[in-house]
């Protein structure tokens, strides 16, 4: 599944002995620049440096990172229908279908929340894809941010893996049983997977619950997380990427 071969590949990169600042600050740039520019051309840009920055410097799986992309994508483009085609009369249509309409300036909005989304997912899965969340949850808590927060993002974190590993085996026994051998059994094999899934889901979390209170829960869950030293060259290069991403957003303005 893409979400555990995602967090191997934060384990296992080029990149893995870095400072989550160093590359924090690189992603970050990126991501602001993206959702700022005014021109497609410069997150799409962004979008595809990223890519490169993960792949060839990082040595992440290009499938790992292609997979982990592909859902915002999916995601995005179904929430640019809306966006795209509008309900009545449009000023200067471009194609009409009974009441649906589409115009210029709707494909416009389009294309360029379209190349936001594309830039932005890009820059956060390069982050992703080179640090353990584990790094990530210990320096948000060197950066203050409530404990509260913090331990439900963490057990969320593993719930994701528990309920990842039940529905593999739940699925796997279902289809050794021919559960999806044809379409009635396959309809109801589904609905029974997910009903597994949200009760095994429920029943985990309440016993997560019980465990912290049974041991005395006091309002942090801390995780074992090396202090990293920052390389200044590498947060000096994220800089200058960054700023020549950020001047050409400006020039295509």
């Not at 600050?25 to 993960?54: D, H, K, Q």
């Not at 963490?154 to 049983?177: C, D, H, K, P, S």
């Not at 997560?208 to 801390?222: C, Q, T």
Request: hydrophobic share 55%; aromatic share 8%; with cysteine.
């Amino acid at each position: 599944m893409t979400r555990f071969a995602l967090d191997d590949a934060a384990w296992t990169n080029r990149w893995r002995a870095r400072s989550v600042a160093e590359k924090a600050v690189l992603s970050g740039g990126l991501l602001l620049v993206a959702v700022s520019a005014t021109a497609p051309v410069v997150p799409i840009g962004i979008g595809l440096f990223a890519l490169l920055a993960a792949v060839a410097w990082a040595r992440v799986p290009w499938r790992t990172f292609v997979a982990a992309w592909t859902g915002p994508l999916i995601f995005t483009l179904i929430g640019l229908v809306g966006v795209v085609v509008s309900v009545g009369t449009v000023p200067h249509p471009v194609l009409t279908a009974g009441p649906l309409a589409v115009d210029e300036r709707s494909v416009s909005s389009a294309v360029l929340i379209g190349s936001r989304a594309f830039g932005c997912s890009a820059a956060v899965l390069l982050l992703a894809s080179t640090t353990p969340i584990v790094e990530v949850f210990e320096s948000l808590r060197r950066l203050r941010v409530p404990e509260v927060m913090l331990d439900l993002a963490g057990a969320m974190y593993r719930l994701i893996f528990v309920l990842g590993a039940t529905l593999t085996r739940t699925r796997e026994a279902q289809a050794a049983r021919l559960g999806y051998a044809r379409g009635a059994s396959a309809r109801r094999s589904v609905a029974a997977l997910f009903v597994r899934t949200l009760v095994h889901g429920w029943d985990r979390a309440a016993r997560l619950e019980r465990g912290l209170a049974g041991r005395g829960y006091s309002g942090s869950l801390r995780m074992l997380a090396p202090e990293r030293p920052v390389s200044w060259p590498f947060v000096g290069s994220s800089v200058a990427v960054v700023a020549v991403v950020a001047a050409a957003s400006v020039v295509l303005r």
